[in-house]
Nanobody, 120 residues
Framework: QVKLLESGGGLVQAGGSLRLSCAAS????????MGWYRQAPGKQRELVAT???????NYADSVKGRFTISRDNAKNTVYLQMNSLKPEDTAVYYC??????????????WGQGTQVTVSS
């Protein structure tokens, strides 16, 4: 069974740092773009950062300069380093990835989410 497993969330004070990880497991031919999204209470899920297979990155304006997305293709893992955290970063963070089952067949998968809480 193919799945994404996130880890690294928790409670941190404003100005602190956290590192999220998301590992893909199961029978995977390849992994395309990967990304992190977040959803705060009462709000829609929003994009935080994405990274392509070629390591091109894209960030939401609200996290530019504070968050860094990276990937380790050998470990099928994507990371999100979050620095200078603010209370408004509090949300459930979800990993997303395009997991290929063959050279042309893929599906978008979501992780179960990990809670990040930033106290003021």
């Amino acid at each position: 069974q193919v799945k994404l497993l996130e880890s690294g969330g928790g409670l941190v004070q404003a100005g602190g740092s956290l590192r999220l990880s998301c590992a893909a497991s199961g029978r995977i031919f390849a992994i395309g773009a990967m990304g992190w999204y977040r959803q705060a209470p009462g709000k829609q899920r929003e994009l935080v950062a994405t990274i392509t297979g070629g390591a091109e990155t894209n960030y939401a304006d609200s996290v530019k300069g504070r968050f860094t997305i990276s990937r380790d293709n050998a470990k099928n893992t994507v990371y999100l380093q979050m620095n200078s955290l603010k209370p408004e970063d509090t949300a459930v963070y979800y990993c997303n990835a395009a997991l290929y089952y063959s050279s042309i067949t893929y599906m978008q998968h979501w992780g179960q989410g990990t809670q990040v809480t930033v106290s003021s």
